[in-house]
């Protein structure tokens, strides 16, 4: 299977910056999008950004101009770099990666849809 591992989050006063970095391990055969969405205390999980293997990239409204993402495809990490942070920033960040995976033991390969275990960023006003 495929694991993600999220770290970068924190504390930060509104204005701040902070990145986020997400690094997959396994038997990766191929990621195809991996994204970032976050969920806010209360509310429902939401797209932060998204970027695919040929490095179109997507941004919720609210991030829009501020928030980069991006990836290094030889360390099948993602980033995701977050400027002028608002205290409506604050939520969980979840990583995502969606591909496929070799099958141990065979030759054989299927899709995943992973998620990691969430970072905390929180910004003060």
């Known amino acids: 299977q495929v694991r993600l591992v999220e770290s970068g989050g924190g504390l930060v006063q509104a204005g701040g910056i902070l990145r986020l970095s997400c690094v997959a391990s396994?038997?990766?055969?191929?990621?195809?999008?991996m994204g970032w969405y976050r969920q806010a205390p209360g509310k429902q999980r939401e797209l932060a950004a998204t970027i695919t293997s040929d490095g179109r990239t997507n941004y919720a409204d609210s991030v829009k101009g501020r928030f980069t993402i991006s990836r290094d495809y030889a360390k099948n990490t993602v980033y995701l770099q977050m400027t002028s942070l608002k205290p409506e920033d604050t939520a969980v960040y979840y990583c995502?990666?969606?591909?496929?995976?070799?099958?141990?033991?065979?030759?054989?390969?299927?899709?995943?849809?992973?998620w990691g275990q969430g970072t905390q960023v929180t910004v003060s006003s």
């Open positions: 995502s990666a969606e591909g496929s995976f070799l099958i141990f033991g065979t030759t054989n390969w299927a899709d995943f849809n992973s």
């Open positions: 396994g038997s990766i055969f191929t990621i195809n999008a």
